[in-house]
């Protein structure tokens, strides 16, 4: 199967809006779960929302609660990202994974298990797109 392939990034201002994209129009038919990370420059990777495609429940971390929003219409997943903060420089990649592994991040945005431990449950990732949010 094909790589998921996201788009979208670039630069923004403090306080502004995003959109980013990732074609995952091989897995949008599927039973999948599907994610959107983030990536800082020298920090480790962590998971900003996740969507189950079968019935559309999303999970945030708490950090994202009211300025992300993740969704998937038409082989197209999204990460809507508003009123960014340097803080969200990063680069972000989408993923996708087993149905399991939306149950598995309930517990990673829970604080109780770590990146380590869901990681393994997305096969596809895609190269990543660089946001850049400047003061």
């Known amino acids: 199967q094909a790589r998921p392939v996201e788009s979208g990034g670039g630069s923004v201002q403090t306080g502004g809006s995003l959109r980013l994209s990732c074609d995952v129009a091989e897995y949008s038919k599927s039973d999948y779960c599907m994610g959107w990370f983030f990536q800082p420059s020298g920090k480790e990777r962590a998971s900003v929302a996740t969507?189950?495609?079968?019935?559309?429940t999303t999970s945030y971390v708490d950090s994202a609660q009211g300025r992300y929003t993740i969704s998937q219409d038409r082989g197209t997943l999204y990460l809507q990202l508003h009123n960014v903060e340097p803080e969200d420089t990063a680069m972000y990649y989408c993923?996708?994974?087993?149905?399991?592994?939306?149950?598995?991040?309930?517990?990673?945005?829970?604080?109780?298990?770590?990146?380590?431990?869901?990681?393994?449950?997305?096969?596809?990732w895609g190269q990543g797109t660089q946001v850049t949010v400047s003061s």
């Open positions: 969507i189950y495609i079968r019935d559309g």
């Open positions: 993923a996708i994974g087993t149905s399991g592994a939306c149950i598995t991040m309930g517990r990673y945005f829970a604080g109780r298990l770590v990146l380590q431990d869901v990681a393994p449950k997305f096969g596809y």
